[in-house]
């Protein structure tokens, strides 16, 4: 005797799509040389003196990728990693389907907050161009992030979050 499984369709329909392009990423290319000027008429000197301190910068993915993960293990919820973890301003963490508003406010609340007090933390045992570039990167990189979840606000609590490549999707069923 053959068993049958009882499958529930949902269609989705788009209300918002957010994705981090070309432009946004000069945008924050140009947000981080001027962080550098400004941090060199802070420290009292060149700016050519600060760029080493840019060497700093790739933590700040790194940690978003580890708050991510531990919201994620913390919650029980089962993440995925894409392949474009290197190009997509959410560093390849995602889910495979689509999850609840309130789960998609919690992980990116969690990874901002997670990051900056991390940044603020590591400030006080960096030297002062490094921790003022940590602090800066942290909140310059994690602008498309703060977009998309200010962006969520607007929308209804019963919607749906989908991760894309280099964005987000949000959802409504119409079930």
């Not at 609590?157 to 987000?168: I, Q, T």
Request: aromatic share 14%.
């Amino acid at each position: 005797m053959k068993e049958t499984a009882a499958h529930t369709i949902y269609s989705y329909k788009l209300l918002y799509r957010f994705r981090w392009q070309f432009v946004g990423y000069l945008f924050q290319l140009l947000l981080i040389g001027l962080s550098l000027i400004w941090h060199s008429f802070m420290l009292q000197v060149p700016a050519y003196t600060l760029i080493v301190t840019l060497a700093i910068l790739p933590v700040i993915p790194i940690c978003h990728l580890v708050l991510f993960r531990l919201y994620a293990l913390l919650r029980g919820h089962k993440p995925k990693t894409t392949a474009d973890m290197l190009v997509s301003p959410w560093w390849g963490a995602g889910y495979p389907l689509p999850i609840p508003l309130s789960v998609y406010r919690g992980s990116e609340l969690t990874v901002n907050v997670g990051s900056m007090a991390i940044a603020a933390g590591a400030y006080v045992w960096l030297s002062e161009g490094y921790g003022l570039t940590l602090i800066t990167g942290t909140l310059i990189v994690s602008l498309p992030r703060l977009l998309a979840l200010l962006t969520s606000f607007r929308l209804p609590s019963r919607s749906r979050v989908k991760y894309e490549d280099r964005g987000v999707a949000f959802l409504l069923t119409d079930g």
